[in-house]
C-alpha cells in the first residue's frame, strides 16, 4: 500500500510539473518585444517553425533543448510555444540553466493581458 501511495505521489508531482502553470512570466505579443534586450527562443517543432517563422529567432525544438540550450546568446530570453505544455517545460527548463525568461508567446492561442 505504502508503494502506491509513493507511485501515485510521483505521478501527481510529474503532472504539475508538467501542466501548473509558470509564475512570474507574462504572455505578451511577438510583435511588442525588444528583440535588442531579449533573446527570442522558438521552441516549436521545426515542421511548426518553419511554416509560421519569426524573423531573428533561434528555433530549438524543446525536445532538443537539454542538447543545444547553450547555443542561446545572453541570458535573457522570450519563448515561442505552440501550447501551453511546450511553454512550462521550456520555461522551467531555461530557468533551472540559468536563463531569465522575461515573457511567451502562445502561437496557438491569444495572449489575455500585455506585459506591463
Known amino acids: 500500500m505504502a508503494i502506491f501511495g509513493f507511485l501515485a ?18 504572455c505578451i505579443h511577438l510583435f511588442d518585444i525588444d ?13 511548426r517553425a518553419y511554416k509560421d517563422s519569426f524573423h531573428s529567432t533561434i528555433n530549438i ?11 542561446i546568446p545572453g ?12 511553454k512550462n517545460i521550456s520555461i522551467r527548463f531555461l530557468r533551472k540553466k540559468g536563463y531569465h525568461v522575461k515573457s511567451y508567446t502562445l502561437t496557438d492561442a491569444k495572449c489575455d493581458k500585455k506585459l506591463a
Open 61 to 71: 525544438p524543446v525536445a532538443y533543448l537539454n542538447r543545444y540550450f547553450h547555443e
Open 75 to 86: 541570458k535573457k530570453v522570450h519563448v515561442v510555444a505552440a501550447n501551453p505544455l511546450e
Open 35 to 47: 528583440e535588442k534586450d531579449l533573446t527570442v527562443v522558438d521552441v516549436r517543432d521545426y515542421n
Open 9 to 26: 505521489g510521483l505521478v501527481i508531482i510529474f503532472m504539475l510539473l508538467r501542466y501548473l502553470p509558470v509564475f512570474g512570466v507574462h
